[in-house]
């Protein structure tokens, strides 16, 4: 059995080589290292695979967030309501601009943005929800964009672990994760699941007069060469990471179904395991069923419900086998973030679940023994 790794990137990189070579070898040639044509055909094509009108590429995905809130024009003291379990740059970004996070729990079945508690958190000064599409599946966007039509808020999508993933609205109509709010930021760190190979990230947005304010943000709050309408940022896609990427596109929803495909065996053998439960999909097909397209497994996320995870995170690393506990801390339990607003009856599920969440190997190189081998150390650990 091959060594088994969380995200196996030379394993992928071997099966791209020759493009991703070629493709660094141009702009090494013609040395367009920043604002290169590369960045601009990549825009296009991912404006064309995700069907919006505006793909802002920028330098990482945590500026995707601060401009993306920059441009929908949020002041200080605005309220922005956010997922208490997720990575912290979502919060990050809403408190540097000097917003008012407001923390609320998530489901424990789908590990997203509870409805009911945004609903609850909403008050006169709230501006905007920002749904985490965690782990790779869509929040409940058609409730969340109902809420926001109401109270008149800003959606915006933090997809950076979600890119490719689709959504079904109740009418049938599909959308790409990202573009169904008023505005989307993406990650294409590394680990990824369309990733750079370096830092990068994007802004997308139908709306055209929001890319035009967003597209100078990006660039010092420049419209003009050298007029300065709006305090901006430095946040750029180099040329060469807009290269791999522009590469690696065509592959996104091949990938994508490759972990789809390591999930679906992951739960296919963890199925009527007691204290070991796995990620429900919004259509509760637990990852099995073979033509959903709603999850693209960024992480692959387990709850152990007996107590016996953290031996569990002790037992793999002498097996050999890497995991990650994505998230171990509730951000209102951060000491950036602590808010004495906040109850801890406010967060019964994130609080569960910083105790019972492990994220298995996910990539798109897992080879069946080594799945054979996890589950069975799993198992074996958990209910031996
Ligand atoms: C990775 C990630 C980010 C930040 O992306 P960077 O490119 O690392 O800045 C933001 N939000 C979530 C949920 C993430 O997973």
Known sequence: ?????????????????????????SILENSTFINGPEVKAFQGDLEEYLGVKHVIPCGNGTDALQIAMMGLGLKPGDEVITADFTFAATVEVIALLQLTPVLVDVYPDNFNIDIAA???????????????????????????????????????????????ANYTF??????????????????????????????????????????????????HGMYERYHHDVVGVNSRLDSIQAAVLRAKLPKLDEYCGKRRDAARKYSKAFKGQENIVVPKTVNDCEGICDTCDCHVFHQYTLKITNGKRDGLVKHF??????C???????????????????????????NQLVQQVISLPMHTELEDDQIEYITKTVIDFVNG
Not at 325 to 343: E, F, G, M, N, T
Request: proline share 5%.
């Open 317 to 322: 690393a002498e097996k050999g086998i890497p």
């Open 1 to 25: 059995m091959k060594k088994i790794q969380m995200v196996d990137l030379d394993g992928q990189y071997q099966g791209i080589k020759e493009q991703v070579n070629s493709a660094i070898a």
């Open 118 to 164: 945004i609903e609850r958190a909403i008050t006169p000064k709230t501006r905007a929800i920002v749904p985490v599409h965690l782990f790779g599946q869509c929040a409940n966007m058609e409730a969340i964009l109902a809420l926001a039509e109401k109270h008149n808020l800003f959606v915006i999508e933090d997809n950076a672990q979600a890119i490719g």
């Open 324 to 350: 990650g506990v994505y998230y171990p801390i509730p951000l209102h339990k951060q000491k950036a973030y602590a808010d004495s607003r906040y109850r801890e009856e406010d967060f019964p599920v994130t």
């Open 170 to 219: 109740s009418d049938g109509k599909k959308q790409k994760a990202g573009t169904i709010g008023h505005v989307g930021a993406t990650s294409f760190f590394p680990s990824k699941n369309l990733g750079a190979y370096g830092d990068g990230g994007a802004i997308f947005t139908n709306d055209d007069a929001l890319a035009h304010t967003l597209k100078g943000i990006v660039n």
